[in-house]
């Protein structure tokens, strides 16, 4: 939430303040600006390096006392392998690997913004200093007592020593935004459901207002007269009433058909009637990871005033046992006028899907339709944490997302879909039913949805596993990741907007 650091712009020559920070490839070899810093020192710098068994392989780190005559106090070589085809995904990691180094509290650190090589470009640049802020997010909001050296605002001082200093500080501009988007999705993952339900995330959303993004929110009424029985059905057995957000960037040409990303929204889900066990229940206030997304992907294209027109649509709702809940064995109309009948009342995500999907396809007409939700838990069986599940009907959509997802870090694996997993979930009361049996959970959820896409190019993205509680990584250490924020943002960057 809060950022604890400070990221600035400096020449490539000046003197270290605090921590140095350089980088070596494997066989050791630093550039001339960090040489040059070391100065006599380097062969003590070898010395240690040896000690400590660091051969620079990427992303390893030898942290070392600095040495005399090297104005720092701590010097920090970080390894950057063999220091060619480096992706943007390293350069992350070189600063949340930096990042993971700050002593709490106050502190100062100079990084040498260099490869052996010569110096980096100023994109590479800013990319460690995006590095360096997800790396450095807390969500701290709800502690009142904090811990030695986290008291009031302090905050790291961090330079980086770049070639271009005006040239690292516009790219940051731009990178800083994608950050800003992740933070924004991080926060909500993270927010606790009794703050965050469906009214509040909606209020959240519309603060994307104030970026030039118009905000449409349909509350239950709206959504009666649309007919969204599958999403409205799903939150009425809650006391917070659901919402669906409409958000447009228009940053593209006029009257040009936009991308669209929808997000699912369930604020909490307890399984409703089909009532989840209560072992870790408290984790399914993440269940609207996907909203969060492309909250967080909507915010950092406005932010930097993406050339691109743009659609963002999340259902939100909460998912709760009550009087007036759905029971399995009711059927429900979507807005599309399928029927759906509820064998399982705890595959919500879908039934909310639905709608939005189907209002997306047949309002907004987009080039193509990106969804992001925590569908299934049978994804992370399949994939845990590491990969995204992707399904897709559309082969040239697909392959730009598994480019993305390479290039960022936020990888995805695309799985099949095809009519053998459709028929597993017809119903013999309705057109379906809202689950297909214990066999390939994650691909009945992915033919369920693709049944109200009315043959939109479209990409589903079950992000169970990696929306929250993932392993830390270099790069975060939040129990909510943001996943997906920078993996469209770069899709939309690489494919869809005017040059
Ligand atoms: N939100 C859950 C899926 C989930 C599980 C997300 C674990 C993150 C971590 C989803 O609504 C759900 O309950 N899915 C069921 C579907 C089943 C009833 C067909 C599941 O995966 O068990
Ligand atoms: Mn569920
Ligand atoms: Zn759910």
């Known amino acids: 939430m809060s950022d604890a650091i400070k990221v600035g712009f400096v020449p490539l020559s000046s003197a270290a303040r605090g921590i140095m920070v350089v980088f070596c490839d494997d066989s050791l070899k630093v550039g001339p600006a960090s040489a040059k810093a070391l100065g006599g020192s380097i062969e003590l710098v070898k010395r240690a390096a040896a000690a400590a068994a660091f051969k620079g392989k990427s992303g390893t780190v030898l942290d070392i006392l600095a040495p005399e005559g090297v104005k720092a106090t701590r010097l ?43 110096a980096m470009t100023s994109e590479q640049a ?65 927010e606790p459901p009794n703050v965050l339900f469906p009214e509040e995330f909606a209020r959240r959303a519309s603060q994307l207002r104030k970026l030039g993004v118009k905000v449409e929110v349909l509350d239950v009424k709206a959504m009666q007269k649309l007919g969204m029985g599958a999403l409205l059905g799903v939150g009425q057995g809650s006391a917070r009433p659901s919402r669906t957000v409409i958000m447009r960037w228009d940053g593209g040409k006029k ?31 993440g269940d609207m990871g996907g909203a969060a997304c492309v909250v967080g992907l909507m915010h950092a294209l406005a932010a930097r005033k993406a050339k691109a027109n743009v659609v963002g649509a999340i259902g939100l709702v909460e998912n709760m046992p009550d009087g007036n809940a759905q029971r399995p064995g009711d059927i429900v109309t979507s807005m599309s006028g399928q029927t759906i009948e509820i064998i399982n009342t705890d595959a919500e995500g879908r039934l909310v899907l639905a709608d939005v999907l189907w209002y997306v396809a047949k309002k907004v007409k987009p080039k193509f339709m990106v969804d992001l939700a925590t569908l299934t838990g049978a994804i992370v069986v399949a994939l845990g944490t590491e990969h995204a599940g992707m399904f897709s009907n559309n082969d040239e959509l697909a392959d730009r ?21 459709d028929k597993l979930i017809d119903s013999q009361f309705a057109d379906m039913k809202n689950t297909g049996g214990r066999h390939g959970g994650s691909i009945t959820a992915a033919q369920f949805l693709q049944r109200f896409v009315d043959g939109t190019p479209w990409a589903h993205l079950d992000i169970a596993g990696t929306a929250m509680g993932a392993p830390k990584t270099d790069i975060n250490h939040s129990w909510g990741a943001g996943y997906g924020v920078r993996l469209l943002d770069r899709l939309v960057a690489d494919h869809y907007e005017r040059k």
Request: net charge positive; aromatic share 6%.
């Open 76 to 118: 920090l070589v970080i390894g950057a392998g063999k220091a060619s085809g480096l992706k943007a995904n390293d350069f992350l990691k070189f600063g949340g690997v930096a990042a993971g180094k700050l002593p709490a509290g106050t502190a100062a650190m100079t990084l040498v913004a260099e490869l052996p090589t010569g």
């Open 126 to 190: 800013a990319t460690i200093a995006s590095g360096l802020r997800l790396r450095a997010y807390k969500f701290d909001r709800y502690k009142t007592k904090k811990k030695d050296g986290e008291e009031g605002g302090s905050r790291a001082d961090i330079s980086l020593a770049v070639g271009d200093v005006a040239a690292a500080k516009k790219a940051f501009v731009a990178a800083g935004h994608v950050v800003d988007g992740v933070v924004i999705a991080r926060d909500l993952v993270n």
């Open 255 to 285: 009257g040009e058909a936009p991308v669209a990303f929808v997000g699912k929204g369930v604020c909490f889900d307890t399984g409703g009637i089909s009532i989840k066990p209560a072992g870790s229940m408290e984790d399914m206030k």
């Open 401 to 421: 997302l598994l480019a993305a997802g390479a290039e960022s870090g936020e990888k995805v694996w695309r799985m099949p879909l095809g009519p053998e997993y």
